[in-house]
């Protein structure tokens, strides 16, 4: 594991993004979950701004580590936030994109994407292999959209599972840990003073850790990144 912590929400996504473009630079084929939320909106922009040019957008394929059940149009889509703030703005063949359809009956789309993800990415000990994987993190500790009441679904022998949030009910999409710890290489995302309860419990182990969703981000290569800022990382010593 390794920590990077940064001044502001601002500055992880400046910082995250010259890493991104690293990991990119060799313009071999590499193919990233995205996650949504609000870092990785600024992220996107960032990356539109300061790379869209300079990255070779057509070696890049792109997926979604999860997305609410909601058509593609919908303020709530995944999809959408990154096509406005990312897909719109550089020039990436539109094959290159592999949108989870939240509009599609939920279990039928889990099952279309894990056929998706087989198809496309290599395979490795015969699991579909991602060359990153972004994740958020919830004030409540949940990843992707692995909450901590359905955290049996993080240790699926499926890629995808549909899972329910548990306030509103939404069903949406999400891969599953066997996924997420397969990965090449793993970056959290996580900005904010309502994270750094959560941050805290699972980089240190204490208090509940075990039961959030996050702890369990844990691949199998060892190159695991949280990006925090400062207001996440304020209860770490």
Known sequence: MELKIYKDKQEVAEQFSSFFADKVKSGELFHVALSGGSTP???????????????NW??????????????????DSNFKMTVEHLLAKIDIPYENIHRIKGEDEPQKEA????????????AVDGMPQFDLVILGMGDDGHTAS???????????????????H???GQKRVSITGKIINGAKEVAFLVTGAGKAPKVSEIINKTGDYENYPASLVN??????????????????S
């Open 41 to 55: 909106k600024i992220v996107f922009d960032v990356l539109a701004e300061k790379f869209g040019s300079s990255i």
């Open 58 to 75: 057509k070696q890049i394929h792109f997926y979604w580590g999860d997305e609410r059940c909601v058509p593609p149009t919908d303020a």
């Open 111 to 122: 099952l279309r994407y894990s056929e998706i993800l087989a198809e496309n990415l290599p």
């Open 146 to 164: 692995v909450f901590p009441h359905e955290i049996h679904l993080w240790h699926s022998e499926k890629s995808c599972e549909v899972a329910v």
């Open 166 to 168: 548990p306030g509103s």
């Open 219 to 236: 691949p199998k290569s060892k190159k695991l990144y949280w990006f925090l800022d400062e207001d996440a990382a304020a209860n770490l």
